[in-house]
């Protein structure tokens, strides 16, 4: 099977929102389907290693924003490359709070959504959240960023210089170039993952 079929598979970008107790947490998803009209359900499905999934889980709720093409890296680095176990994503990114007592992300996304879970799918690695949709709101006419364009535009791409003889390591997460001898130790100081996730590029 040519498995490069499946990138050709169209996706949009979101961020997931949830609360539980007084903590909030959010992550990047590019899983988000409306799945009926009447009812109006959507679903997601998010990994189960992920805070967020366990923040919905304890919590039966989540907001969900729509990121659009005036996003920068920024926010993926934010809320997609550090875990909220051990840091607040919403220190330093400003959110609001929706009806449902759960921020969403106003700066660099066009609409949101607040969802209630109705059922939950186990899907080994991950779970997939069946939600009603109870609130929402069109925030800007910017269109909606897709997956496609985030790696096209957005992602930061590797800067490699032909005429220098020096290794170079691209991250496939975030972009980062390493330059020399790659450690089977090294951790990526942007995404925070590992060697195992680099290519050699030069």
């Known amino acids: 099977m040519d498995t490069s079929a499946m990138f050709k598979i169209s996706y949009g970008l979101y961020v997931l929102t949830a609360k539980c107790g007084p903590f909030s947490n959010g992550c990047i998803i590019n899983t988000l389907q409306q799945v009926t009209n009447t009812p109006n359900r959507v679903s997601v499905t998010v990994n189960k290693t992920n805070y967020t999934n366990y923040m919905i889980r304890q919590s039966g709720k989540f907001n969900v924003s729509t990121i659009d093409e005036s996003s920068d890296f920024d926010l993926f680095k ?3 490359f550090v875990s909220g176990r051990w840091e607040n994503k ?9 009806a449902n007592g759960i921020p ?3 700066k660099s996304c066009c609409a949101y959504l607040s ?7 186990d899907l080994g690695t991950h779970t997939m959240f069946i939600a009603e949709v109870t609130d929402g709101e069109v ?11 985030y ?4 992602k930061p791409q590797p800067q490699v210089k032909a005429e220098d003889n020096k290794e170079k390591w691209v991250c496939n997460i975030c972009g ?11 951790i990526c100081p942007l995404c925070k ?3 195992a996730d680099f290519t050699r590029v030069s």
């Open 78 to 80: 934010n809320f997609g």
């Open 104 to 106: 969403y992300v106003k």
């Open 151 to 154: 790696h096209a535009k957005v």
């Open 115 to 121: 969802c209630k879970v109705v059922k939950e799918i």
């Open 176 to 186: 980062y170039v390493y330059e020399g001898h790659l450690p089977d130790d090294f």
């Open 193 to 195: 993952h590992g060697a």
């Open 90 to 98: 919403f220190h330093s990114f400003p959110s609001i709070c929706a």
């Open 139 to 149: 925030l800007s006419d910017n269109a909606p960023m897709t997956y496609a364009y």
